[in-house]
């Protein structure tokens, strides 16, 4: 009996090791590769616009103020779906649902419209971008048949000024928290 609660308390240790690990674990494992850039949609959704006023006023606030209330907004706003949804910013809202091009677009418009607002245009942009995923260096993507598999959108956070880049994957940081991701 002894060797069974062993084996569950090393179980119980390992995977409290792994959530507590997960962003670095991740980012490890998983490369996020660049094969395009999507057009930056502007922000009109005047009720979204309102509530992201409304949390902003005021403040000014650091780039990872601005990361973090944009990956927030999108995840109070979104869930995720398979199915073939609309990726505008601007409409995702009202669905509710979006895949990742729409978390990514939805992202990535809360993002830019809070750094215009914070006057931050000089120096940081968020871009959309289409990429593919390779686990230790293998294409993921090959695995599957479904065209809505062949490619992923995640984000790129750039310092105009240092050119210090940042990745951003918000449908997954919606469902495991993992805050950024890797991309050569």
């Keep these: 009996m002894s060797r069974i609660k062993k084996t569950i308390k090393y179980f119980g240790i390992f995977i409290i090791l792994i959530i507590l690990f ?6 490890t494992s998983v490369n996020y590769s660049k094969i395009e850039v999507r057009n930056n949609i502007t922000l009109t959704d005047k009720k979204l616009i309102k509530e992201i006023d409304k949390r902003t006023s ?8 601005i990361i973090k209330l944009s990956n927030k907004i ?28 729409g978390y990514s677009s939805l992202f990535n418009s809360i993002g830019n419209y809070i750094i215009e607002k914070q006057n931050f245009n000089d120096k940081y942009e968020f871009k ?6 390779e686990f230790f260096g293998f294409d993921i993507h090959s695995l599957f048949n ?3 598999f062949k490619d ?7 310092n105009k000024q240092t050119n210090e880049k940042k990745y951003v994957d918000p ?4 469902y495991l928290r993992i805050d950024n991701v890797a991309s050569e």
């Design 22 to 27: 997960r962003g670095i674990l991740y980012r």
């Design 58 to 65: 005021e403040k000014i606030l650091s780039i990872e103020e």
């Design 74 to 101: 999108t995840s109070e706003k979104l869930n995720f779906t398979f199915n073939k949804v609309s990726s505008n910013p601007n409409l995702v809202c009202e669905l509710e649902k979006a895949n990742c091009i």
């Design 128 to 133: 959309h971008l289409v990429g593919k995923l």
């Design 146 to 148: 479904s065209p809505f």
């Design 152 to 158: 992923h959108d995640f984000n790129e956070i750039r």
């Design 171 to 174: 449908s997954l940081r919606d």
